[in-house]
């Protein structure tokens, strides 16, 4: 019963990153990217309809979601420079397990951010 998530935690005002954008991609063994969904966050920093991929979507390969950083923190009101010096995170990671859990967090600033494989 595999599946993959994400929670955005802005850590810049010690909160979910409530409606900041992210987009699912599947990198092909060609190089060619497909977007796979587009969601925005819910109050909690996580996406509403659940899993990102459930048992029926999940898939062995190379991955990536897109967190777009600056517009979230404009929209919070925080003045950045342009261009800001973290527009976009973009995490490539990979799925070796498609009955596995794979838990994609990401932890952001304005000027940092630190992801790792949850649980």
């Known amino acids: 019963m595999g599946h993959l ?3 955005v935690l802005d ?4 909160c979910p990153a409530a409606g900041m954008r992210v987009l ?3 990198i092909q063994d060609d190089g060619r990217v497909d977007n796979v969904k587009a969601l925005t966050l819910n109050a909690d ?4 309809g659940g899993p990102l991929l459930d048992d ?3 898939a062995v390969g190379r991955w990536r979601l897109v967190f777009e950083v600056a517009p979230y923190f404009r929209a919070r009101g925080v003045a950045l ?3 800001a010096f973290i527009d976009t995170v973009q995490l490539d990671f990979g799925i070796a397990d498609a009955d596995g859990h794979y838990h994609v967090p990401l932890l952001v600033s304005p000027f940092s951010y630190s992801t790792y494989r949850g649980s």
């Open 5 to 7: 998530s994400t929670h």
């Open 11 to 14: 850590t810049a005002n010690g």
């Open 24 to 26: 699912l991609q599947r």
């Open 45 to 48: 920093g996580r996406n509403d």
């Open 56 to 58: 029926s979507t999940m």
């Open 81 to 83: 420079p342009e261009p």
